[in-house]
């Protein structure tokens, strides 16, 4: 499909937006299992189930729009992904359990990151197209995308970024 | 080197930056001449020059802490520019230039989001580390990219995503 209009690109973002949205289902459950910090660990299980819906509700903003999500594959996601799939191979093992929790934060928002730049984007075209309710729809998912960002920040900065410093001082074992 | 502190972490998270950075600077030309609006192209060149210029203050904050940028290669940035070639390789022939120009720009967005991303992390660990000029470098790299960001959304809004949005109804050629 060429993007002749602001309306195939909404199209064009959404189909990047889904399959992104699927790579996370995907990822989430790995990161869940890595993490040491129990509230962490819980906010990776939050935000699956919160991303199961988003899908289910990218599948209605499709409906509104008379297309459908399609083959796209996302390759931004693939390398944001890839990353994270690095630091699991590659660091898990090895590294200060607190230390890893906060390089697992670090890597999930850097994909909030990304969400919040789709949905923005996606929010916007909606909204010119006049697709009013598939832009509400869009907006409600980029609330809850800053807010797990935000969720995200807090968790590091509650305790696991400090108790990570520490444990480079040999004040914790 | 395992990841046994913010310390250790810090350094993990530069040296990707400095490599995501890296790659940036090659795919801004791209961008720059596939962009069809000359303020869109004038601001990637901008960009592109400001980034040059993050690298080198990298290069401070690395000697501020005591380690080198190394050969990491941020996967992450790695698919952001696929994706962005990806618009370039497929669609740029075949789209309404106006269209291309705001995909352009939300390509653009993406990429400046995982560096907001990514900014902000090593800022907080850098004071966590008691680097508080490092610390500072990083935060006004910070402000420059999410002045990027923002110039990127104002351009969109004050014509491209209405060009583009006509340009579907047929009230442009």
């Known amino acids: 499909m060429p993007l002749k209009s602001l309306n195939d690109l909404l199209e064009h973002e959404l189909k990047d937006i889904y399959s992104a949205e699927r790579q996370i289902t995907r990822a989430l459950p790995k990161l869940a299992k890595a993490a040491t910090d129990p509230k962490l660990r819980a906010a990776f299980e939050k935000h699956l189930e919160e991303t199961k819906g988003q ?9 509104m729009i008379g297309a459908k999500p399609g083959r796209k594959v996302c390759l931004a996601m693939q390398g944001l992904v890839a ?6 191979e590659k660091e898990a093992e090895k590294a200060d359990p607190t230390t890893f929790d906060a390089a697992l934060i670090a890597s999930a928002q850097r994909v909030e990151h990304y969400e919040i730049a789709a949905y923005g984007t996606a929010r916007t075209y909606a909204e010119h197209c006049g697709f009013k309710d598939a832009a509400r729809i869009l907006q409600r998912i980029l609330d809850q995308e800053s807010k797990t960002n935000e969720a995200l920040t807090k968790l590091a900065e509650s305790g696991i970024n400090q108790q990570a410093e520490q444990a480079g001082s040999g004040a914790s074992a």
Chains 1, 2 share one sequence.
């Open 55 to 63: 899908i289910e509700q990218l599948d209605q903003v499709f409906e």
């Open 83 to 88: 990353e994270g799939e690095e630091l699991l």
